[in-house]
Antibody, heavy 120, light 110 residues
Framework: QVQLQESGPGLVKPSETLSLACTVS????????WNWIRQSPGKGLESIGF???????NYNPSLRSRVTISVDTSKTQFSLRLSSVTAADTAVYYC??????????????WGQGTMVTVSS | QSVLTQPPSASGTPGQRVTISCSGS????????VNWYQQLPGTAPKLLIY???QRPSGVPDRFSGSKSGTSASLVISGLQSEDEAGYYC???????????FGGGTKVTVL
């Protein structure tokens, strides 16, 4: 079955760029939306944005100026870049799939999550 | 501060019925599907209820969802110890043009 796995640095310095990748195994990126969602320590979930397999993107308005999401269909991988990070960006970052038979808005497959700490 | 409002906690004894509310507005719950997620401690969220009251295979039928106007509810009928987890509601928001989540409800089995 399809599985997602996040990868990237666990520590990023303030003002630098956070870069994460999500590898899709057991399936392809075609036909689905690919999402980034984060969860600050002890807090709730926040959508960062998503990309359709064709490359069309949508970003959280509050993060739009700092976010770039891209997809590499040949590598069955999609990526997140978040620039000018601060301590407020410290969170567990999840990648997730939507657009399946469960509905366009349902995140039916999630990665295990990766903790990113912003600190000097 | 989350766009969707959930109580921070709920509890019950084994076998009891627990209801978790999720309050929103006309731009999210009022006009779009509400999905529910279960997050066991230390793990990623898992899709629990989709398309108002459908369950992915493997989700017990003691979990059910409903929606009325700008509010939604998740009911756990016959609470079990393995249901101790965080529960989140989510919907698309037509004004924000993005997905929004509730702050989460931690369910404790007494």
């Amino acid at each position: 079955q399809v599985q997602l796995q996040e990868s990237g640095p666990g520590l990023v310095k303030p003002s630098e760029t956070l870069s994460l990748a999500c590898t899709v195994s057991g399936g392809s990126t075609s036909g689905y939306y690919w999402n980034w969602i984060r969860q600050s320590p002890g807090k709730g979930l926040e959508s960062i944005g998503f990309i359709y397999y064709t490359g069309s993107v949508n970003y959280n308005p509050s993060l739009r100026s700092r976010v770039t999401i891209s997809v590499d269909t040949s590598k069955t991988q999609f990526s997140l870049r978040l620039s000018s990070v601060t301590a407020a960006d410290t969170a567990v970052y999840y990648c997730a799939r939507s657009g399946s038979r469960y509905g366009s808005d349902a995140f039916d497959i999630w990665g295990q999550g990766t903790m990113v700490t912003v600190s000097s | 501060q989350s766009v969707l409002t959930q109580p921070p906690s709920a509890s019950g004894t084994p076998g009891q019925r627990v209801t978790i509310s999720c309050s929103g507005s006309s731009s999210n719950i009022g006009s779009n599907v509400v999905n529910w997620y279960q997050q066991l401690p230390g793990t990623a969220p898992k899709l629990l209820i989709y398309s108002r009251n459908q369950r992915p295979s493997g989700v017990p039928d003691r979990f059910s969802g409903s929606k009325s106007g700008t509010s939604a509810s998740l009911v756990i009928s016959g609470l079990q110890s393995e249901d101790e987890a965080g529960y989140y509601c989510s919907a698309w928001d037509d004004s924000l043009n993005d997905y929004v989540f509730g702050g989460g409800t931690k369910v404790t089995v007494l």
